[in-house]
């Protein structure tokens, strides 16, 4: 999720969409209390039933699971982060299409940049556009890490009949997102940290991502259950 925006920096000559100091607030930050509270989980029907893992054949890292998480769930996420990105952008005047290839001229020291409207863009008002895009992309990571701790509290048991009794984790997604307004719209911490105070509309772009990553989840869960030990099954546990 975070190396993707330097790919499309680089292959697609895009502005920048989150900043170096930006993935340790993700790293470092909103990262931290979700991932601790699933430490507190309990533990999921009918795991006790499961025969152990082979120290042999099954790995704690394998290509399953870096296919799982980075293949898939990681794609997910950033797609979620990327179109909260071009919706800010093409709300302040630039249209995905434009953003392809104009990082040249977004970084240059020029005042009479124009967008898709023909509305000229001093260098000034370029960098705060692009602080403003990356907090977008920052809060799609946010709220997309908000469903993925949620689809991983349990393997194979549904996150419905599993439920949410776990009130640390309850408490870490709402003090994640604190965090993330804290750094976002505070003044001076968000200048410091390359963040802009967003819209609060802008928040809204990655829930349908975060929706979907959560419904897939869901399904991968059903489908293991519905065909143990097919070829399903078989690639998407581990």
């Known amino acids: 999720t975070e190396l993707t925006p330097f790919m499309m920096y680089v292959l697609f000559d895009m502005p920048l969409a989150l900043g170096t100091i930006t993935i340790l607030c993700v790293d470092l930050g909103t990262d931290i209390m979700p991932s601790l509270s699933l430490a507190y989980e ?5 795991i ?13 890292t394998n290509a399953k699971m870096v296919s799982f998480c980075y293949g898939q769930i990681g794609l997910i996420e950033a797609s979620g982060g990327f179109f909260a990105y ?7 005047g ?7 290839g104009m990082r040249t001229f977004w970084d ?3 005042n009479d940049m124009r967008d898709s409207y023909g509305q000229e863009w ?3 008002q370029r960098k705060k556009l692009e602080k403003a895009c990356q907090s977008c992309f920052f809060i799609g990571i946010v709220v997309a890490q908000t469903a993925n701790v949620l689809i991983n509290k349990t393997k194979r048991v549904s996150l419905f009949r599993h439920g949410m009794r776990n009130m640390q984790m309850i408490a870490a997604i709402l003090a994640t ?3 993330a307004c804290f750094l976002v719209y505070t003044p001076k911490i968000n200048d410091a940290l390359g963040l802009y105070p967003i819209k609060g509309l802008w928040w809204l772009p990655a829930l349908p991502f975060a929706l979907y990553l959560m419904a897939y989840a869901e399904l991968k869960k059903l489908m293991c259950n519905l065909f143990p030990g097919s070829w399903y099954d ?5």
């Not at 309990?42 to 009918?46: D, L, S």
């Open 42 to 46: 309990k533990p999921e029907r009918g």
């Open 48 to 60: 006790m039933s499961r025969p152990p893992r082979d120290p042999v054949k099954d790995k704690m």
């Open 86 to 92: 071009a919706v800010c952008l093409a709300q302040c």
């Open 94 to 100: 630039f249209w995905p299409s434009r953003a392809i």
């Open 108 to 110: 240059a020291d020029v």
């Open 122 to 124: 001093t260098y000034e």
């Open 177 to 179: 997102l604190a965090l």
């Open 234 to 238: 078989n690639e998407l546990n581990w």
